[in-house]
């Protein structure tokens, strides 16, 4: 399993941004896909998530009504669309996978892009 986030950069406030994460080798027992971020010096947080099924979304609530999630099954791919941005939504984000394992969840990582939100 192999997850390639994509389209980060560097915006001004106000500005949109939309990122995206291909995965390949898909397990068919993934259920969830998700971005997370971590600005410097701070802890990792979740940004939102979706399911691979019914296509469920869940957002936290420092990007609610801002970013929207969505996914393409066809073509493997999460989007993370990202509007209104402020200089503290500024983080490396990072595409997480979550697949169902006989004995617990599996987690699987992209490699993170940057995004940076000038004032």
């Known amino acids: 399993v192999q997850l390639q986030a994509s389209g980060g950069g560097l915006v001004q406030a106000g500005g949109s941004l939309r990122l995206s994460c291909v995965v390949s080798g898909r397990p068919i027992s993934s259920y969830l896909m998700a971005w997370f971020r971590q600005a410097p010096g701070k802890e990792q947080e979740f940004v939102a998530a979706?399911?691979?099924?019914?296509?469920?979304?869940y957002y936290a609530d420092s990007v609610k009504g801002r970013f929207t999630i969505s996914r393409d099954n066809a073509k493997n791919t999460v989007y993370l669309q990202m509007n209104s941005l402020k200089p503290e939504d500024t983080a490396i984000y990072y595409c997480n996978l979550r697949v169902a394992l006989p004995r617990g969840i599996g987690n699987y990582w992209g490699q993170g892009t940057l995004v940076t939100v000038s004032s």
């Open positions: 979706v399911t691979w099924t019914t296509s469920a979304t």
